[in-house]
Nanobody
Framework: QVQLVESGGGLVQAGGSLRLSCTASPSSVSINAMGWYRQAPGKQRELVALISSESSTTYADSAKGRFTISRDNAKNTVYLHMNNLKPEDTAVYYC?????????????WGQGTQVTVSS
């Protein structure tokens, strides 16, 4: 029922920047935590960054100092600002959302957006 739609992926040169966004619908949904995962070809999906409802953040070591996650609760949107991109950042980036209900705590995933960093 809840849908996550990512945007902002594309092709950039090493050292460049990119901003990903993910919007959850319907707009009335109350999201606890949101984040970004990525999966490179032939690799396992891995956490990139998480942000809680209180806006506390968690980053993968590879993302610290380069990536910034933020959220706009009014828009039900999470962002990932990526700076100083490296070829090893190339992957499909997936938006993630965790929702807390009275009787369930489902996880939702977007369809992914491709980020390609050229050397």
């Amino acid at each position: 029922q809840v849908q996550l739609v990512e945007s902002g992926g594309g092709l950039v040169q090493a050292g460049g920047s990119l901003r990903l966004s993910c919007t959850a619908s319907p707009s009335s949904v109350s999201i606890n935590a949101m984040g970004w995962y990525r999966q490179a070809p032939g690799k396992q999906r891995e956490l990139v960054a998480l942000i809680s409802s209180e806006s506390s953040t968690t980053y993968a070591d590879s993302a610290k100092g380069r990536f910034t996650i933020s959220r706009d609760n009014a828009k039900n949107t999470v962002y990932l600002h990526m700076n100083n991109l490296k070829p090893e950042d190339t992957a499909v980036y997936y938006c993630y959302a965790h929702i807390t209900y009275q009787f369930s705590n489902p996880n939702y995933w977007g369809q992914g957006t491709q980020v390609t960093v050229s050397s």
